[in-house]
């Protein structure tokens, strides 16, 4: 027989922990916690893809071939993250824009 | 003869959908899984390059970014992302109606995931009518008549909504092809296509779909929430 077949109840269950957790990251952007509000809102962003991409997409249930498949493409888009932000971090090749905004936003200073 | 009756066995393999280069139905369903995932892979790498960018404009022009984002309705990009978790439920029960042979739930729930869907975009357009009337369209109508936040350079703050519009503008895109894509397997599924041995095209249609609300579930944080709001 092909495909696995998911009970109802766990996809109500993974449901209502997306709402759960939709609410959270929403309540959390409110609650000043300086730098680690980016993290937060990140790490429980990634939770919830995992709830989807494990039990809405099968993941969890699937042959270890499609596991690698979808495991490598994660890994690419790790290597076009770390690399391109590395470069654009590191060697200064775009100057910080400190003279065009307030050009346009505030009359010119006498 | 064997022959014959090898024949036979071959024509009603045929009829359960199974084509002639797989050996077994099971074969051919992890092959069309597989296939899927490696399109989402492309999809993936296709709005990462775009995350990407975002990660360095960001950097770059946080003030901007930020009251940008405070500019942003939360609750309707909140609302939003319940409305897709929920077309996801629809979505998975969709495919558990297809593999248990319920032909009526099986339609019910793919035009109630589009149904979820054209909420979610009705939304959006309501959310960029707004985005028009305040003038925070760069390139279309940039005149914003609203107080920037935090006085951030108005420059940086274009720059941010071009991210806006380009992100969730591609994000949108691909929820109008899911439903055009819905729309086809509903009809297919009415007509009596499916059974719990062949019901591939719902299992990939569903992956599409859960793999446009995963963008969304990371377009929400990144655009609507991290921009200092308390």
Same mark, same amino acid.
């Given at each position: 027989?092909?495909?696995h ?8 269950? !993974? ?38 991409v494990?039990f809405?997409?099968?993941l ?7 596991k ?10 790790? !290597? ?23 050009? !346009? ?6 | 003869?064997?022959e014959?009756?090898?024949? *036979?066995a071959?024509? *009603?393999?045929?009829?359960? #959908? ?12 992890? *092959? ?7 399109f989402l ?6 709005? #990462? ?6 990660a ?11 009251? #940008? ?21 629809t ?16 339609v019910?729930?793919?035009i109630?995931?589009?149904?979820l869907? *054209? ?7 309501d ?10 369209? /760069? ?13 951030a /350079? ?8 071009? +991210?806006? +519009? ?8 691909h929820?109008?092809?899911? +439903? ?13 296509? +499916? ?16 793999f ?6 990371f377009?929400? /944080?990144?655009?609507?929430l ?5």
């Open positions: 027989m092909s495909g077949v998911v009970p109802v109840k766990i996809y109500v269950a !993974i449901f209502l922990t997306l709402l759960a957790l939709t609410g959270l990251t929403t309540g959390v952007a409110f609650v000043d916690l300086g730098a680690y509000n980016t993290v937060v809102a990140l790490v429980i962003a990634v939770i919830k893809m995992l709830l989807v494990l809405f997409m099968h969890r249930y699937v042959s270890n071939l499609t690698v498949v979808v495991l490598a493409g994660f890994f690419w888009l790790a !290597i076009l993250m770390t690399f391109t932000l590395s470069d654009y971090f590191s060697r200064h090749w775009v100057d910080q824009p400190t003279g065009w905004g307030p050009s !346009i936003s505030a009359p010119p200073q006498p | 003869m064997a014959m009756s090898a024949s *036979a071959h024509a *009603a393999e045929h009829e359960r #959908g199974l084509r002639h280069h797989f050996e077994d139905m099971e074969q051919q369903h992890e *092959a069309g899984n597989l296939g899927m995932w490696v892979v492309t999809e993936i790498m296709f709005f #990462g390059g775009l995350f990407a960018a975002y360095i404009y960001r950097s770059l022009y946080l003030p901007g970014f930020e009251a #940008g984002s405070r500019l942003l309705d939360v609750k309707l990009g909140a609302t939003n992302t319940a409305v897709l978790i929920g077309s996801s439920l979505m998975a029960l969709a495919v558990h109606a297809a593999q248990t042979g319920k032909r009526k739930a099986l019910l729930f793919l109630l995931t589009m149904l869907g *054209a909420v979610f975009l009705g939304i959006k357009y959310e960029y009518a707004t985005k028009w009337h305040h003038g925070l369209v /760069p390139g279309l109508k940039w005149a914003p008549d609203e107080e920037i936040p935090g006085n /350079p108005l420059g940086s703050v274009e720059m941010f909504f071009c +991210f806006y +519009f380009f992100m969730t503008g591609l994000h949108a895109l929820m109008i092809i899911g +439903f055009g894509i819905m729309a086809v397997m509903a009809a297919w599924a009415w007509r009596g296509k +499916f059974s719990p041995g062949y019901y591939a095209p719902i299992e990939v249609s569903g992956l599409y779909w859960h446009v609300d995963i963008v969304w579930i377009l929400f /944080p990144l655009l609507y991290i921009g200092g709001r308390y």
